[in-house]
């Protein structure tokens, strides 16, 4: 205990890596109380532990931030920093500090005990008083440390304009149209999350497959709405035919969303109940799952695009996905037979692959619309 008064630095590690260890600051402080007040250490040696103690509370902090958001590694970092400034300061004026905290002492009549509470509320008071100017400062350090943005799902239409529905609906349409193809990005980013969850098991991903679905199903209605009022004005007959082959395509985006959402669910099921799939059936998956994904990608490129040579290609492709579905179901059969799954394994199996060739089929309505040339 001597040597941690006569080197701080010592003190503020043992501070940390106890607080780390016990993952409780409170409790580090109570220990601390009970060596200086037992007379184990000066106030000078037991500062730096407090310091240290600061530390080891923002390192839990980092630790539980490994796999948050951009935003929550953020907040642990600034912390962090905000912290280590603290003490590197209060280390360089150490003894001022000691001062300080012993004057108070003999004034209001501290036990031990209330002295090193004092000094924890002393040491967070100066480094916030300090450290306010330089706010804007820290800020910009720790954001150039971790650079990035978080994703954020967002709920509303981007292009839907309701003054342009009486002022220029043509124009109205042209965006009922993009706010189309932004539906289907999230529709696709949903299914894909679905299969990211069916092999990661990631909360955090289940969690933002269900904001999408969310987003999908807003989009959808104000998007609905919005045609339904567009419908009552003045376009000719081609783009009526327009307007009612995109109300039909975001059913179809809908559905996919929806399908998605049956999948996050299913996986659900899937943790509770502990179902196991084999390699080979993990590995059909992810080749029928990555024939889907592009299947979907591309029908909404084609829309984009008005591309009637990419969507024409669809059409075998989406046979492949048909006919594979079918392939896939035999051969799990067989492995039901032969006993190298389970039956509850064997029947998801079954429910996951149907939920993709149902996928396909609202994505190939789409392609199918670019090839009539009717949106």
Same mark, same amino acid.
């Given at each position: 205990? %001597? ?10 590690v ?9 993952? !409780?600051?409170?409790? #580090? ?22 310091f ?11 630790i539980?931030a490994?796999?948050?958001?951009i935003? $929550?590694?953020?907040?642990? !970092? ?6 280590v ?9 150490l ?10 002492? !003999? ?8 002295t090193?509470?004092? +000094?924890?509320?002393? @040491?967070?008071?100066?480094? #916030?008083?300090?450290? @306010?100017? @330089? ?10 440390l ?12 981007l292009?839907l304009?309701?003054?342009l ?25 949903? @299914?894909?999350?679905s ?9 955090? %991903?289940?969690e933002k ?17 919005y045609l ?7 376009? +000719? ?6 307007? #009612? ?64 040579e ?20 035999? #051969? ?10 389970s039956?509850? $394994?064997? %029947? ?5 692959? +149907? ?16 090839? !009539?040339?009717?949106?």
């Open positions: 205990m %001597v040597t941690l008064g006569q080197n701080p630095i010592l003190g503020v043992a501070g940390a890596v106890i607080t780390v260890l016990i993952q !409780a600051s409170s409790a #580090t402080i109570g220990i601390l109380q009970g060596l200086y007040a037992g007379g184990f250490l000066d106030l000078k040696g037991s500062l730096p532990v407090l240290g103690d600061n530390i080891g509370t923002t390192l839990t902090v980092i539980a490994a796999g948050a958001n935003s $929550a590694k953020r907040v642990a !970092a600034t912390h962090v920093t905000f912290n400034l603290g003490t590197i300061l209060c280390l360089i004026l003894g001022p500090f000691t001062a300080m905290i012993e004057y108070f002492q !003999a004034l209001l009549h501290l036990s031990p005990e209330m090193i509470a004092f +000094s924890h509320g002393a @040491f967070n008071v100066s480094n #916030t008083i300090v450290q @306010f100017p @330089f706010i804007g400062a820290l800020a910009y350090f720790v954001t150039k971790i650079p990035g943005e978080d994703e954020v799902v967002k709920y509303e239409p292009y304009d309701e003054q529905i009486q002022q220029s609906p043509s124009i109205a349409l042209g965006n009922a149209k993009k706010e189309l193809l932004h539906l289907g990005n999230y529709a696709a980013k949903a @299914f894909d999350l299969y990211t969850y069916i092999i990661g098991l990631d909360e955090k %991903v289940a497959g269900h904001k999408t679905e969310e987003a999908i199903n807003t989009i959808d209605e104000k998007l609905t709405r339904i009022r567009l419908s009552s004005e003045s376009l +000719s007959q081609k783009e009526s035919e327009v307007l #009612t082959n995109i109300l039909d395509s975001s059913r179809d985006l809908e559905r996919i969303g929806d399908h998605a959402e049956g999948l996050l669910n299913l996986t659900d099921y899937l943790q509770r109940k502990n179902v196991q799939f084999s390699e080979a059936a993990l590995e059909e998956l992810a080749d029928i799952y990555q024939k889907t994904t592009d299947f979907i990608k591309d029908a909404l490129d084609s829309v984009e695009n008005n591309d009637i990419k969507a024409q290609s669809l059409i075998e492709r989406h046979k492949e996905i048909n006919n594979m579905e079918r392939v896939l179901r035999k #051969t799990h059969i067989k492995r039901l037979n032969k006993g190298e799954c039956t509850q $394994a064997g %029947v998801n199996f079954i429910d996951i692959i +149907s939920h993709y060739t149902r996928v396909s089929d609202h994505a190939m309505n789409l392609a199918e619309k670019v090839i !009539a040339e009717q949106i």
